[in-house]
């Protein structure tokens, strides 16, 4: 049995396999199109969602007049000294973090009273920073009447 058309054999052997591999990748091709969306679709939300994951954490202000500004130009209604704690000191005072006097610890608020010399002057220590404490408690929207009640609820007075 020898084939004198060798080659018109191959050839068609060839071109079978390859029309074969072409309906597969065209198959292929035609799933992915109807599986996957178009490109442009969801785009402007993926770019706000994108814009939002990499946005900055904080901004430092490093102008006394901008502090300043920011300290007066508050949009906000007043806190009361529970929502101030919650919201600001709750985190160091909670815990007694970086050696923060503990909310309602009565023995660790008065020797720190006794050294401020009064509520006024635990005010002062804490709109200007005390040890690792930033000023304000690191919110500079803070008012001192906010303040002043934030220290009467930490030291269990309200």
Known sequence: MEHKNHD???????????????????????????????????????????????????QAITDQAELDKLNTASDRPAMSGEQVVTKVCGACHGSGMLGAPKTGDKAAWGARLQAQGGADGLAAAAIKGKNAMPPRGGDPSLSDDEIKAAIKVLMGEA
Request: proline share 6%; net charge neutral.
């Open 8 to 58: 018109k054999v191959f050839f068609i052997n060839f071109s079978v396999v390859l029309g074969i591999l072409t309906a597969i990748a065209v198959a292929i091709g035609t799933v992915a199109n109807i599986l996957a969306p178009a490109p442009d679709q969801g785009a402007k939300e993926q770019l706000e969602a994108l814009t939002k994951r990499i946005e900055p954490v904080s």
